[in-house]
Each structure stands twice: as C-alpha cells, then as structure tokens.
C-alpha cells in the first residue's frame, strides 16, 4: 500500500495563490475520481476541504479548489489567508485491495 | 450537529490490545460508513479500516489485516476499534470518521494510544 506523494512543504504570502501536488498512481488517483483534501491545525482533527477531486462541503471557502490531471491531484488556496497555514493531506480511494491511501502531508507557511 | 465522540486516552504494555470507541450523534447512524485513522507522532495520516454501520461490512488495511477488528453496535449508535498485538510503533493518535467510502467529512477528537513498558 503505497502512499501518495506531496511535496514536504509550500508557501505564499497574504492575498497570493498556492497550489499544492498530490502524484499517485494508475492504481488510486489516475482510476478514479475520488480524491479528497484534509486540513489539519497543530494538534487538531483533520478537516474535509475537498471531496470527489473538486467539491467543496458546506462551510468550506470557495478560495479552496480541487483538481486533477493523469495521476496527479492539485489543491488551489487563493485569495492566502493566516488562518490558511496548516498541514494539508491528499487522500484518494485506491479499488477493492488497499481501499483508501494518503499522501504524506504538505505543511503550508503563510509568509 | 453531527459529531462523534471517542474515547479517552489509552496506555498499553507490548502485546496487548487496545479497544477504542466512538460514538456517532446527530444523524442516521447506519446510513454512512466510518473510518478508523492513526497519526503517528510527527507522521502522516494512515488509513486503517472502514465498516458500513448499517450491513457490518469491514474493509481492512492490507498493512492491519488480522491485527485490527472494527465492529458497531447500531443500538449504542457506537463503532469500535480493537488492534491487537501492540507495539511501541503503534503509539499514535486513532480517529474515528463518518463518511463515504472515499471520505470522511466528520472527525473524532482522536484518541492517544500509548505502547510502552
């Protein structure tokens, strides 16, 4: 069961954009369309801010969106906010053997 | 609101077990599947099993496969968690989700688990 990849760390400043990677296989992100995005603060539960590559729950801010081309995810934050810095996990459901897989987090610095 | 609620923190010899609860509100319980999650210290999220809380259906983690067993009682609204044969790289946090097959859009608190002597 192998993770998805991110990378370790991503940054921007008040206003600007940041799009984060999530690169898996033909096994998980490149078979099917259900991708997902969690934010976690220090010490928290993770939060859903995308499902299913690019809907947004109730609640969550349109400068989050999702995407996905091939075997790779993006998470978009425009519009950074303070609030926005966390560490953002990518998840995508992987068929009947390893089920659900995770990326290894990406911590975000709003500079 | 919807919201689970898990049990407390846990401390454990090498080779016990460990059984976490969770406790769903706020909806139909067996309308949804819940997850089970750890999060080593300083680690990434790890995806551990899921059971549909209206058929019982398990789905287990290759990497758990017969150390874990998931179960729900649909009268207590409540799901259980029992890992087996721990050890001190079982230290983590354990959450309990709601949500589809694919995710999870409600999170417990997390529940510490400690492995140590």
């Known amino acids: 069961q192998s993770a998805l990849t991110q990378p370790p760390s991503a940054s921007g400043s008040p206003g600007q954009s940041v799009t984060i990677s999530c690169t898996g296989t033909s096994s998980d992100i490149t078979g099917y369309n259900y991708v997902s995005w969690y934010q976690q603060h220090p010490g928290k539960a993770p939060k859903l801010m995308i499902y299913e590559v690019r809907k947004r729950p109730s609640g969550v801010p349109d400068r989050f969106s999702g995407s996905k081309s091939g075997n790779t995810a993006s998470l978009t934050v425009s519009g950074l906010q303070a609030e926005d810095e966390a560490d953002y996990y990518c998840?995508?459901?992987?068929?009947?053997?390893?089920?659900?897989?995770f990326g290894g987090g990406t911590k975000l610095t709003v500079l | 609101q919807v919201q689970v609620v898990q049990s407390g923190a846990e401390v454990k010899n090498p080779g016990a077990s460990v059984k976490v609860s969770c406790k769903a509100s706020?909806?139909?319980?067996?309308?949804?599947?819940m997850h089970w999650v750890r999060q080593a210290p300083g680690q990434r999220l790890e995806w551990m099993g899921w059971?549909?809380?209206?058929?019982?259906?398990?789905k287990y983690s290759p990497k758990f496969q017969g150390r874990v067993t998931i179960t729900r009682d649909t009268s207590a609204s409540t799901v259980y968690m029992e890992l087996s044969s721990l050890t001190s790289e079982d230290t983590a946090v354990y959450y309990c989700?709601?949500?589809?097959?694919?995710?999870?859009?409600?999170w417990g608190q997390g529940t510490l688990v400690t492995v140590s002597s």
């Open positions: 706020g909806y139909t319980f067996t309308s949804y599947i």
């Open positions: 998840s995508s459901y992987a068929g009947s053997n390893n089920f659900v897989v």
């Open positions: 059971i549909n809380a209206g058929n019982g259906n398990t």
């Open positions: 989700t709601r949500g589809s097959a694919s995710y999870s859009d409600c």
